[in-house]
C-alpha cells in the first residue's frame, strides 16, 4: 500500500449506470480522500442524485469498479459491508412519521448494533441535543416541520458511525441554526477521518468545508478541481463548459 492508498476511502473507476435503456452516468472517474469533502455540482439532470444513488443500491453500478479503504467492492456482500459504514441524506430525509424522533433513532441503532445498551441511549439523547430537538424527543415526526424532519435526518446520519457521508441538497428547509448545526457536525466528522460527497447547487454552500469541486454534465465529470485552484477564471471557463457561452 502506498501512501497514497493510506489516505484513500473511496475510489470508482469508469463508473456507469443506466435507468432502462438510457445511460445516465458514462465513465465517472472520482477518488474521496479521509476528512476530504468534495462537492458535486453541475445542472439539473448532470447526474448529481443519480452518482450518489448508484453508490448506494444494493446491486450497485451498472459497469466498473468500486474500491472502498483500498478494498475492490466485487461481491454482494462487500457492497453489504460497503453500505453499512455509508449514512445518505437527502433533501427528504424518509423518516418513519408515526414514531417519535427518539423512536426513529432507536429503530436505526437496532438495525445497525449488534446491541443496544446505555451507551447507544446516551449517543441518541446527545445527537437529538445537537440538533435542537431533545425537547420533542418523545413527539411524532408527522408534526415537524419539514427543517425538523431534517435535523432528525441529520441525527440519524452521524448515529450509525459511518465512514463515509452521501449528501444530496441536505440543506432543504432548514434554518440558518440548522445549517450551522450541519457545518460543524460535519467539520467534527471530517476532523476526525471522515469523508463526505455532497451534491449541491452552488459552490457557495460547503465553501468553508470542501476540498474540491466535481462538475458533471450529461452523467460524465468535466472538470475536478481543488478548491485552492477554484478562481474566477477557472469558475467562467467550466460554466462555459456546462452551459455554452452565456
Not at 472520482?30 to 453508490?55: D, F, H, M, W, Y
Not at 441524506?89 to 423518516?95: A, D, K, Q, T, V
Not at 427518539?102 to 446491541?115: H, S, T, V
Not at 485552492?228 to 471557463?237: L, T, W
Amino acid at each position: 500500500m502506498n501512501a497514497a492508498d493510506a489516505t484513500e476511502l473511496l475510489r470508482i473507476d469508469d463508473l456507469r449506470y443506466s435507468y432502462g435503456y438510457r445511460q445516465a452516468l458514462q465513465s465517472v472517474h472520482l477518488t474521496i480522500q479521509r476528512g476530504e469533502l468534495v462537492c458535486l455540482l453541475g445542472p439539473n439532470g448532470a447526474g448529481k442524485s443519480t452518482l450518489l444513488r448508484a453508490l448506494t443500491t444494493r446491486n450497485g453500478p451498472d459497469g466498473g469498479d468500486m474500491y472502498f479503504q483500498s478494498q475492490r467492492l466485487h461481491s454482494v456482500l462487500d457492497r453489504q459491508k460497503f453500505l453499512q459504514r455509508v449514512a445518505y441524506l437527502g433533501h427528504m430525509p424518509g423518516l418513519m412519521l408515526d414514531l417519535s424522533a427518539l423512536e426513529n433513532l432507536q429503530f436505526i441503532a437496532g438495525l445497525y448494533q449488534n446491541r443496544y445498551d446505555t451507551r447507544t441511549d446516551d449517543r441518541i439523547h446527545e445527537l437529538l441535543k445537537l440538533v435542537g430537538l431533545e425537547t420533542r424527543a418523545h413527539d411524532r415526526v408527522r408534526g415537524f416541520s419539514r427543517g425538523m424532519q431534517q435535523r432528525l435526518g441529520l441525527a440519524r446520519i452521524f448515529l450509525i458511525d459511518p465512514k463515509l457521508i452521501l449528501l444530496d441538497e441536505p440543506l432543504t428547509g432548514l434554518d440558518f441554526e440548522g445549517e450551522q448545526t450541519l457545518h460543524t457536525m460535519l467539520k467534527h466528522f471530517l476532523d476526525a477521518g471522515g469523508a463526505v460527497l455532497a451534491a449541491t447547487h452552488s459552490e457557495t454552500v460547503f465553501a468553508d468545508l470542501a476540498a474540491r469541486y466535481v462538475f458533471l454534465k450529461d452523467g460524465r465529470v468535466i472538470a475536478d478541481v481543488p478548491r485552492e485552484k477554484y478562481n474566477s477564471q477557472a469558475s467562467e471557463k467550466i460554466k462555459s463548459m456546462l452551459y455554452g457561452d452565456f
